[in-house]
């Protein structure tokens, strides 16, 4: 295998797919700089062989060895030297945190009387007919007896109620 320039050049080209035009400015090249490259009348950079080597290396490692013989990469810098200094001195635990005291929650407000719940259902109906409450408390018992002897609950009559409510708006 030949290892002029002009030959690996041309054959990088060949194993990456591209012209003349479209690897000169992957090198940072004019078109016409990389026809003197190809001719030997002007030589590359090392960057130029180093970027041309690593893009063909994945196709052809051979090749990429022969470009990075024109220009030899720098050896790698030694790794830096650590100077290990001495453990500090553990920190001292921490102190126990403060006692927090926190101060009881207020007792819970007792439950309405089911009378007064029961009067502001009957209310709120009778906000809506525009009735006076005392108008609606026998058709409400006679309703609520009804769905109670039916075993139903009031949510269940309230999900049944309103799918009316929807059909009729």
């Known amino acids: 295998m030949s290892t002029s320039i002009p030959y690996l ?10 012209n003349q035009k479209e690897l000169a400015p992957f090198l940072g090249t004019s078109e016409r700089t990389l026809q003197r490259f190809e001719a030997e009348r002007a030589r ?4 130029q062989f180093h970027k041309l ?3 063909v290396r994945p196709h052809d490692a051979a090749i990429a060895d022969a ?12 790794p830096p030297v ?15 945190p403060p006692e927090v005291v926190v101060a009881p929650l207020p007792p819970e407000p007792p439950p309405l009387p ?5 009067d ?27 769905a109670h002897e039916a075993r139903l609950t009031a949510a269940e009559v309230v999900a049944v109620l309103e ?3 929807i059909t009729t708006l």
């Not at 590359?44 to 960057?47: D, H, L, Q, R």
């Open 9 to 18: 050049f041309a054959r990088a080209r060949q194993l990456l797919a591209m």
């Open 44 to 47: 590359p950079s090392p960057e």
């Open 53 to 55: 080597a690593d893009a």
């Open 67 to 78: 470009l990075d013989r024109w220009a030899p990469r720098p050896p790698p810098p030694p």
């Open 82 to 96: 650590v100077v290990l200094a001495p453990e500090p001195e553990p920190p001292p635990p921490p102190a126990p």
């Open 114 to 118: 089911a009378h007064v719940l029961v």
């Open 120 to 146: 502001s259902v009957v209310c709120a109906a009778a906000e809506v007919m525009a009735v006076a409450p005392q108008t609606l408390r026998p058709l409400l018992l006679a309703a609520f007896a009804r």
């Open 163 to 165: 799918l009316y409510k």
